[in-house]
């Protein structure tokens, strides 16, 4: 079965969205697999200290947690990558993720939110990269 493309979107942004974003997925069988990137190429912040979130290709079945894994590649703005978790929490309708979160280096083994991509700030050259990976079942 070929994969399908869509465009992810960040949820929770405060302004202008900055990124660019690319997406694949698969839906058969009740499952929807899906690979999701997005792109720094301006500054972006989230609207709140919940981060960003992400929508889905197809709805996920309601009232379950799901958790995907998120990596975040820092690039120019933050040498590195960092891997986290992207979750639907059981309240949600399924349509997006609900927060984006990356270990952090100044905590130990805390997940922090995703609140503020650099983008072009501060001189950098290759923004962050955001990428989401994951399988649920469909509504």
Known sequence: MAA????????NVAGTDGTTSSG?????NG?????????AKKETAAASSAGFGLTLPVPAA????????????GRDADN?????????????DGTKIDR???TSGANGAAVLPIEHLYGDAEGAVNAE???VTGSYPTA
């Open 80 to 92: 590195g990558v960092w891997t986290g978790e992207a979750v639907i929490y059981a309240g949600s």
């Open 31 to 39: 499952v929807c697999t899906f690979t999701a990137q997005i792109n």
């Open 62 to 73: 309601a009232g379950i947690r799901y958790a995907f894994q998120v990596s975040l590649d």
């Open 100 to 102: 984006l979160r990356v």
């Open 4 to 11: 399908t493309s869509w465009t992810p979107k960040l949820t």
């Open 129 to 131: 990269i955001i990428t």
């Open 24 to 28: 694949k997925y698969v839906e058969a």
